[in-house]
């Protein structure tokens, strides 16, 4: 360890963080491997090392044996503040190496707000920010995540993106670098090589050009890169790698327990919902396959709970055969089973009281509007009904806490909509009243709201976002129309969303409004403790650019997009339909029922969506 660290960690909290040495951690000898990868996440140990893509893709690249990847994490401020003091660089877990020492810097960036704090770590490790700046071949920064889908913001940055699902792709390009190391190629010629893999987009090989009105003119590609780059996935997810020996963190974490991905993709097409286009096609794990992983992983890392995940959990058919075959093996070992991805549509308490068998939580849906006429025009496909409905079932089983969530802000929304929360709020009250097993207990329902936050790839990514000061009325008007002592209202706060809408719809000179805002101190701005509305408003202002150009703006529907560049395998002709389908509040069905004919199956190749 380095004497400057352990001076450091009695300092800080959680030094625990910081030290690496955690169970099942990968250790190379850095004299036997050719590449050396730097995986970086832009924000704290905690959260990274709860996110499940991160755990695959690290033993994913590790599976190379010329490449031995390690783990880098944002330090939190007192952390930070005393590496500057100690002029001490970021370093890697595994060997505390300096990142500047790796051949690949790697990004996962799933949140637009975590842009700040992938310039600081590039700072942190002596790194010049801007790709333009970085003249040989390594290191090479790339990056990818679910943000990526618009990659112009942090384009000026990034040498090249990784579009789609990493566990193919990012070996293809860390094999490509491989031969371009050891054959002593330029960076040049090793974008331009990297630029015909399917999936990777390389920002410097297309020419951004801007209308009068500083809308999007056109991306001119150049020296053979694809004029739009379509996304990667995994097509077999039982064959696709999964670590059930991930490391385990030596610190509490956010999500401390063993992840099971159910499938990947959702048959709903909620039309806000990003995850809902980007993630298709609909690609299901078999339960064989998943009661293996979860045994092995809970006998390897020693965890007390299993999380079932998805985009909509309880769409898996063999849900119930699959909560059969763990529980045989966790309920005797007192390991509990978590189900957190609910719709109001299809609860089924039969499973709920199985997976609860061990431990027993709260109840959370997203029901996302006020009124049924919204959520037809959102294509939710959920009714009062079924919302009421769950709930009796549930209060009628011994739950007493509901959590609903929903947004305010909603392409169609009115007054009307917003005071239609309240009203299923006391609806839901009363239910309890009625079917409650326990009353003694009490009940607490929690509502939720944030800010609707237009998204590329999506229906309603040619839509305004409402302003911050409408936002807050909405909020206002809710909280008046809350009278029930049992109901608890949060929000989300405005100024966040407001930024996120910006950055997520922004060009390519976002960058310079990015780059201001780390320069005068931004980093960690997902975080409510660092975040600066001020900053980032002033920002946008010394770079000459309008913030609500971005965020506030309804597009024309034929206006070139930043994000047209990258093709997610979803038809922008469907996008247009569901948009047109909402302002008549016209529900679609769903994949199962029939399909949309949105084009993602044709990167499956001899098969259809799964169901």
Known sequence: MDKRLKRILPRVQKPSRYTGGEYNQIIKDKEAVD????????????????????????????????????????????????????????????SGDPVSEFDAIAFSIGYEMAYTTVLDMLDMSGIPLRSEGR??????????????????????????????????????????????????????????????????????????????????????????????????????????????????????????????????????????????????????????????????????????????????TSDYRPLSGLCDGLLEYCEPRSVGLALPSLRADNFSVEIMEKIQKVRKSGLTFAVEGGSQRLRDAINKNVTEEDVLNTCALAFSGGWNTVKLYYMLGLPTETDEDIVGIAEMSEKILHCWRVNAKNKNRGVRITVSTSCFIPKPHSPFQWEAQITQEEYLRRVNLLRSSIKAKNVVYNWHDAETSVIEAALSRGDRRMADVIETVFRNGGRLDAWTDYFSYERWNDAFCSCGLDRDFYASRERPVEEVLPWDVIDVGVRKSLLLREKERAYRSELSPDCRKSCSACGAAALLKGRGCDE
């Not at 893509?53 to 990847?69: A, K, P, Q, R």
Request: proline share 6%; glycine share 8%; hydrophobic share 40%.
């Open 135 to 312: 003249d040989g071949l390594l290191p090479i920064v790339m990056a990818g995540g679910s943000a990526c889908v618009n990659a112009e913001p942090m384009a000026p940055f990034i040498d090249l993106f990784l579009i789609g699902e990493g566990e193919e792709m990012d070996n293809d390009i860390l094999s490509l670098l491989h031969t371009a190391k050891h054959e002593g190629w330029s960076k040049k010629e090793f974008l331009i090589k990297a630029a015909q893999i399917q999936g990777v987009y390389v920002p410097s090989l297309y020419e951004a050009a801007y209308n009068d009105d500083g809308t999007v003119k056109a991306y001119t590609p150049r020296d053979g890169a694809p004029a739009r780059v379509l996304k990667r996935i995994v097509e077999d997810l039982d064959a696709a790698p999964y670590p059930t020996d991930p490391v385990v963190p030596s610190t509490e974490v956010v999500h401390d327990r063993v992840s099971l991905e159910l499938f990947r993709g959702c048959v709903r097409g909620c039309r806000f919902c990003q995850a809902g286009y980007i993630y298709r096609p609909i690609r299901s794990k078999k339960p064989d396959t998943l009661i293996r992983q979860g045994i092995e992983a809970v006998q390897n890392t020693g965890h007390e709970e299993i999380s079932l995940l998805s985009l909509s």
């Open 35 to 94: 590449l050396r990868v730097a995986f970086c996440f832009p924000d704290t140990y905690e959260i990274g090392m709860s996110n499940l893509g991160m755990s695959i893709l690290y033993h994913t690249m590790n599976s190379l044996d010329f490449v031995w990847c390690e783990r880098v994490f944002a330090p939190w401020g007192d952390m930070y503040e005393e590496m500057k003091k100690a002029g001490m660089p970021l370093y890697a877990l595994e």
